[in-house]
């Protein structure tokens, strides 16, 4: 953390330590004297708004209509687009293991627009680039995608370049460093 001042687990207060404890019971990762990482610091500091957040990150990651392929390539559009170096580090590996191809990896990285072989894979870069690059959607992706993903599964590929939008700012805002001996994945 660079900016957060870091609290030990004695210093939360009742309602932090609570949230805390819900993060930590459905995190992989175990907390180093207080310390989560990534943007759950910074949510527990208000209890409410962090769960909320929590639980909405949960439902992207583990109740999404949409394949996780697609999600990880829009949570990647998304983490280029802010410079999110926490934001790559954290779901490059997420998007391989998903299935994501590394030449595609490779491309949202640079910012170039990947040679796409899988229509879903290109309607979710579409989605969240379009978004990001002129604020709207066009005629033709929105109809593309609504074909492929559903009413639905559009809805939750849209409000998830929105949510990993508040991720890659909270992370940039608190400018959350990576691990020690980690690379940055963008140029400062």
């Known amino acids: ?7 030990t687990v004695a210093e939360l207060t009742p309602e932090q330590r609570e949230v805390f404890d819900e993060i930590v019971a459905n995190r992989p990762v175990r907390p180093q004297n207080g310390h ?6 910074m949510w527990m500091r208000t209890p409410e708004m962090g769960r909320l957040l929590v639980n909405l990150a949960g439902y992207f990651r583990f109740k999404s209509s949409v394949d996780r392929r697609y999600i990880e390539i829009t949570i990647l559009v998304t983490g280029a687009f802010w410079k999110a170096q926490f934001e790559w580090f954290a ?6 293991k998903a299935g994501v191809p590394d030449d ?3 491309a949202i990285q ?4 990947p040679d796409f072989s899988d229509e879903g894979d290109r309607l979710s870069w579409c989605i969240a680039n379009e978004l990001h690059q ?7 992706t929105y109809a593309a995608a609504v074909s492929k993903f559903g009413e639905t599964g559009v809805t939750e590929l849209i409000a998830l370049s929105g949510f990993y939008t508040m991720v890659s700012m909270t992370l940039n805002g608190f400018d959350v460093a990576l691990p020690e ?3 940055l994945p963008f140029d400062k």
């Open 36 to 41: 989560i990482g990534g943007p759950f610091d």
């Open 1 to 7: 953390m660079t900016r957060l001042t870091r609290k």
């Open 104 to 106: 595609i990896i490779q």
């Open 134 to 140: 002129s604020h709207e959607l066009s005629e033709e």
């Open 110 to 113: 640079a910012g170039e627009v």
């Open 91 to 96: 779901h490059e590996p997420m998007a391989r």
């Open 181 to 183: 001996g980690a690379a």
